[in-house]
């Protein structure tokens, strides 16, 4: 139960104290300053506690804004301000320092604002939502009272609440095809008290359920996976719409949101597949290349997102005329919809599984993305020359650790001469390892051999010298190529059944570790531990390895190593992932810009 304290008694025919109630507020009534610092003292410390003017007029909204959120340790609105356990100790300080200052007996100016001053003077960093047109005031007389009344009862807070569930910033398709509707299914779900993390876990069952309609092969389970994969997105817009619409912000409900997209789209893949099988046409390796393509169009979103996070200089020519076509609408939605965000994306395939066949579906995702791939990566590279931003070294870490690099490369990094430019060591090894296992047939030993020199180019690449060039965060992305890329040539050219599902699998087992090291750096966590990328190798040793076992094996023993390889890391990495994201120390990832 969290507690609120009103400081002074509630002005006849006020409703502060059943709006504060209806938040799940415990409220007691402070007399002045001294009163209000025993009762603060006697809340338990692992409670949330906001102090609230007796006087405050403002819609139930702006106190749930203010006064619910779960991500802030301290916020405030005028009028209000409250402190979760982290935020507490700060709070009491402030407290104890306005009373000891003499600020009075009496409440005439709002002890709530004052103490919001005071944590402001000590540089305690202090949430304040953006209200908009919502109402949160302390009237100072009858007339300004009245005044602020007229005020609330002239906007409809919940037209607001409804309306700021929804992204600020989102696709077309889901903009104008989804959130119309999807915010009532969040509303409904709040009012039935379900929470955010069932909605997701919905989402994933329905996706998963579509998979397995598509993996029947027949026209009817085409038709059905595509309908339940446009309800699961529908569920996916409702789970975030659900989760700011209550407030019910949690570290675990960002992870499950951020991972379980992934899982959904790569298993709807996997059953397209299957599907495709079954009437008799292989289309594993259009899967497994589905899969490569957005998995490292993400991590170019993401390297070249932290790159810039924190650099200085951050202007570039290119980044002018963006936003000068933003203030275009037309262009907007335009330039929204040709990356192929996830709304796109997930409303073609439906599409084109329902009326099409796999092959075309994959056809056409393979172009979309790739040209969407292009499209932004271009005018990332762009910005990045002509900004000439400079590198932190919080950022340069960033990517090394996006680079995934082992204890091979790690080791050699000690004794390798750095080049002027990691990314020219990125590109040679990448394209060698490419070409070579492009070319070489199955069994040929040449692809191990380069493989060696790919491991001491990564060396170079990523554990020699600092990532703080203008393009080093294509460094990431170049060797998440170099890999996906070389299991699926080498799957494919095993020939054998069961080769391309199990590399799909073994693909999806690092992806997914991939995509756990980046929302631990976005939640500023750092990478996953040292012994985690030990354990598995780390790019160059995965990439190593694939290559030997290719070498030295038949094509059906190739496959089974290649099963229990994907196995092993995917048994590694989610028990760790699981135990890191449960447990207290996660950090609150709320990712607010799905990526496309």
């Given at each position: 139960?969290?507690?609120?304290?009103?400081?002074?008694?509630?002005?006849?025919?006020?409703?502060?104290?059943?709006?504060?109630?209806?938040?799940?507020?415990?409220?007691?009534?402070?007399?002045?300053?001294?009163?209000?610092?025993?009762?603060?003292?006697?809340?338990?410390?692992?409670?949330?506690?906001?102090?609230?003017?007796?006087?405050?007029?403002?819609?139930?909204?702006?106190?749930?804004?203010?006064?619910?959120?779960?991500?802030?340790?301290?916020?405030?609105?005028?009028?209000?301000?409250?402190?979760?356990?982290?935020?507490?100790?700060?709070?009491?300080?402030?407290?104890?320092?306005?009373h000891s200052a003499g600020a009075g007996t009496?409440?005439?100016?709002?002890?709530?604002?004052?103490?919001?001053?005071?944590?402001?003077?000590?540089?305690?960093?202090?949430?304040?939502?953006?209200?908009?047109?919502?109402?949160?005031?302390?009237?100072?007389?009858?007339?300004?009272?009245?005044?602020?009344?007229?005020?609330?009862?002239?906007?409809?807070?919940?037209?607001?609440?409804?309306?700021?569930?929804?992204?600020?910033?989102?696709?077309?398709?889901?903009?104008?095809?989804?959130?119309?509707?999807?915010?009532?299914?969040?509303?409904?779900?709040?009012?039935?008290?379900?929470?955010?993390?069932?909605?997701?876990?919905?989402?994933?069952?329905?996706?998963?359920?579509?998979?397995?309609?598509?993996?029947?092969?027949?026209r009817g389970g085409f038709v059905a996976a595509?309908?339940?994969?446009?309800?699961?997105?529908?569920?996916?817009?409702?789970?975030?719409?659900?989760?700011?619409?209550?407030?019910?912000?949690?570290?675990?409900?960002?992870?499950?949101?951020?991972?379980?997209?992934?899982?959904?789209?790569?298993?709807?893949?996997?059953?397209?597949?299957?599907?495709?099988?079954?009437?008799?046409?292989?289309?594993?390796?259009?899967?497994?290349?589905?899969?490569?393509?957005?998995?490292?169009?993400?991590?170019?979103?993401?390297?070249?997102?932290?790159?810039?996070?924190?650099?200085?200089?951050?202007?570039?020519?290119?980044?002018?005329?963006?936003?000068?076509?933003?203030?275009?609408?037309?262009?907007?939605?335009?330039?929204?919809?040709?990356?192929?965000?996830?709304?796109?994306?997930?409303?073609?395939?439906?599409?084109?599984?329902?009326?099409?066949?796999?092959?075309?579906?994959?056809?056409?995702?393979?172009?979309?993305?790739?040209?969407?791939?292009?499209?932004?990566?271009?005018?990332?590279?762009?910005?990045?020359?002509?900004?000439?931003?400079?590198?932190?070294?919080?950022?340069?870490?960033?990517?090394?650790?996006?680079?995934?690099?082992?204890?091979?490369?790690?080791?050699?990094?000690?004794?390798?001469?750095?080049?002027?430019?990691?990314?020219?060591?990125?590109?040679?090894?990448?394209?060698?390892?490419?070409?070579?296992?492009?070319?070489?047939?199955?069994?040929?030993?040449?692809?191990?051999?380069?493989?060696?020199?790919?491991?001491?180019?990564?060396?170079?690449?990523?554990?020699?010298?600092?990532?703080?060039?203008?393009?080093?965060?294509?460094?990431?992305?170049?060797?998440?190529?170099?890999?996906?890329?070389?299991?699926?040539?080498?799957?494919?050219?095993?020939?054998?059944?069961?080769?391309?599902?199990?590399?799909?699998?073994?693909?999806?087992?690092?992806?997914?570790?991939?995509?756990?090291?980046?929302?631990?750096?976005?939640?500023?966590?750092?990478?996953?531990?040292?012994?985690?990328?030990?354990?598995?190798?780390?790019?160059?040793?995965?990439?190593?390895?694939?290559?030997?076992?290719?070498?030295?094996?038949?094509?059906?023993?190739?496959?089974?190593?290649?099963?229990?390889?994907?196995?092993?890391?995917?048994?590694?990495?989610?028990?760790?992932?699981?135990?890191?994201?449960?447990?207290?120390?996660?950090?609150?990832?709320?990712?607010?810009?799905?990526?496309?």
């Amino acid at each position: 139960m969290s507690t609120a304290i009103l400081t002074g008694q509630p002005v006849p025919g006020s409703s502060i104290e059943g709006d504060l109630r209806s938040l799940g507020y415990d409220v007691r009534v402070a007399a002045d300053p001294a009163d209000a610092e025993t009762l603060l003292a006697q809340v338990p410390g692992d409670q949330r506690v906001a102090l609230v003017d007796a006087r405050f007029v403002g819609h139930v909204h702006a106190l749930r804004l203010g006064l619910t959120d779960p991500r802030f340790p301290l916020a405030a609105i005028p009028g209000a301000v409250t402190a979760q356990p982290a935020g507490r100790q700060a709070l009491t300080r402030a407290m104890a320092r306005e009373h000891s200052a003499g600020a009075g007996t009496t409440l005439v100016d709002s002890l709530a604002d004052r103490l919001v001053t005071a944590l402001d003077a000590d540089g305690t960093d202090v949430h304040r939502p953006e209200l908009g047109s919502l109402v949160a005031a302390v009237p100072a007389d009858p007339q300004t009272r009245n005044e602020a009344r007229q005020a609330v009862a002239a906007v409809d807070d919940e037209a607001v609440r409804l309306k700021s569930a929804v992204k600020s910033r989102d696709g077309f398709f889901t903009t104008f095809f989804i959130s119309p509707y999807s915010r009532y299914i969040a509303r409904w779900c709040a009012r039935r008290g379900l929470t955010p993390n069932q909605v997701t876990t919905a989402s994933l069952l329905t996706a998963l359920i579509a998979a397995a309609c598509a993996a029947t092969g027949t026209r009817g389970g085409f038709v059905a996976a595509g309908v339940l994969l446009i309800a699961s997105f529908v569920l996916d817009c409702t789970d975030g719409q659900l989760a700011r619409y209550s407030l019910q912000y949690s570290t675990l409900g960002a992870w499950l949101d951020a991972t379980f997209d992934r899982a959904k789209e790569y298993a709807y893949y996997a059953g397209l597949a299957l599907g495709a099988a079954r009437g008799g046409d292989d289309v594993w390796a259009l899967a497994l290349g589905a899969m490569i393509l957005q998995t490292c169009r993400h991590v170019v979103d993401f390297s070249f997102n932290e790159a810039n996070h924190d650099a200085t200089a951050n202007t570039s020519p290119t980044a002018a005329l963006s936003d000068k076509l933003d203030s275009v609408g037309w262009t907007v939605w335009v330039r929204r919809m040709i990356v192929l965000p996830i709304g796109e994306r997930w409303a073609m395939i439906a599409v084109l599984t329902a009326v099409t066949t796999p092959r075309i579906t994959f056809y056409a995702l393979l172009i979309g993305c790739a040209f969407a791939a292009t499209y932004t990566t271009a005018g990332r590279v762009l910005r990045s020359v002509t900004r000439k931003a400079q590198r932190t070294d919080r950022a340069a870490q960033a990517l090394r650790d996006l680079t995934d690099t082992g204890p091979l490369a790690e080791g050699l990094g000690r004794v390798a001469l750095p080049l002027r430019t990691p990314l020219v060591a990125a590109l040679s090894a990448t394209g060698a390892i490419l070409l070579t296992v492009a070319f070489a047939p199955y069994g040929n030993r040449l692809p191990a051999l380069v493989a060696v020199f790919y491991v001491a180019l990564s060396a170079v690449a990523a554990a020699a010298r600092p990532l703080k060039g203008a393009l080093d965060w294509l460094v990431p992305p170049l060797f998440r190529a170099a890999e996906y890329g070389t299991v699926l040539i080498l799957a494919a050219k095993a020939d054998v059944n069961g080769a391309l599902p199990a590399a799909f699998g073994l693909v999806a087992a690092v992806a997914y570790h991939h995509y756990d090291t980046v929302y631990r750096i976005r939640g500023n966590a750092g990478a996953p531990p040292a012994w985690l990328v030990r354990a598995i190798g780390g790019h160059e040793g995965r990439t190593l390895l694939v290559t030997v076992l290719a070498a030295v094996l038949s094509a059906s023993q190739f496959t089974v190593a290649l099963t229990a390889l994907a196995v092993a890391v995917a048994l590694v990495v989610l028990v760790e992932s699981i135990r890191f994201w449960v447990s207290a120390g996660a950090p609150a990832v709320h990712d607010e810009g799905e990526p496309a």
